[in-house]
T-cell receptor, first 114, second 110 residues
């Protein structure tokens, strides 16, 4: 099956701990994205990557970090510097630059920090 | 503020009725996309309409784009209970990524 996987589905952490969310795709897509979604809200872009070993900040990158060492993987680390990390995190990919192509989304990871 | 804003924020209709959602945006775009999100799930792409297109169809979906008014509409005909979801428009704003609106929450009563 081709697609995007995110793990885990639910994640619980204590305040002050860093946590890494996994995102893997086997669609052979060049571009990958991380979004954050708060209850009843739309998606806000955290980071995106057009190609391996390159990534760009989105609208709300503070307190987050990413890496893109492999084409199929784009993990997101939520650091202790993120002031309000509890949210639903969505990973997506597209064949090329985001605005010209549809994006394929993973099922999401719901992070709760207490 | 968001580039794309959907209207209404919430919509409740009976099965079989048509549902219309609108999206307004502020700056020039290359294309506009519509996505659906079932509760607690990832988004699913519905339609992409380019700035030089005025209307596009896909099954029971009809999307229009009016670049002079900077607005788009999504029409779902003969709605079904399974259409219950949130619907988002997304625009490119000349960047390499998409900007999503806050969505319209559609409830289709059986």
């Amino acid at each position: 099956d081709g697609g995007i996987t995110q793990s885990p589905k639910y994640l619980f952490r204590k305040e002050g701990q860093n946590v890494t969310l996994s995102c893997e795709q086997n669609l052979n897509h060049d571009a990958m994205y991380w979004y954050r979604q708060d209850p009843g809200q739309g998606l806000r872009l955290i980071y995106y990557s057009q190609i391996v070993n390159d990534f760009q900040k989105g609208d709300i990158a503070e307190g987050y970090s990413v890496s893109r060492e492999k084409k199929e993987s784009f993990p997101l680390t939520v650091t202790s510097a993120q002031k309000n990390p509890t949210a639903f995190y969505l990973c997506a990919s597209s064949p090329g630059q985001g605005f010209a192509y549809e994006q394929y989304f993973g099922p999401g990871t719901r992070l709760t920090v207490t | 503020s968001q580039q794309g804003e959907e209207d209404p924020q919430a919509l409740s209709i009976q099965e079989g009725e048509n549902a219309t959602m609108n999206c307004s945006y502020k700056t020039s775009i290359n294309n506009l996309q519509w996505y659906r999100q079932n509760s607690g799930r990832g988004l699913v792409h519905l339609i992409l309409i380019r700035s030089n297109e005025r209307e596009k169809h896909s099954g029971r979906l009809r999307v229009t784009l009016d670049t002079s008014k900077k607005s788009s509409s999504l029409l779902i005909t003969a709605s079904r209970a399974a259409d219950t979801a949130s619907y988002f428009c997304a625009t490119d704003v000349g960047r390499r990524a998409l900007t999503f609106g806050s969505g319209t929450r559609l409830q289709v009563q059986p």
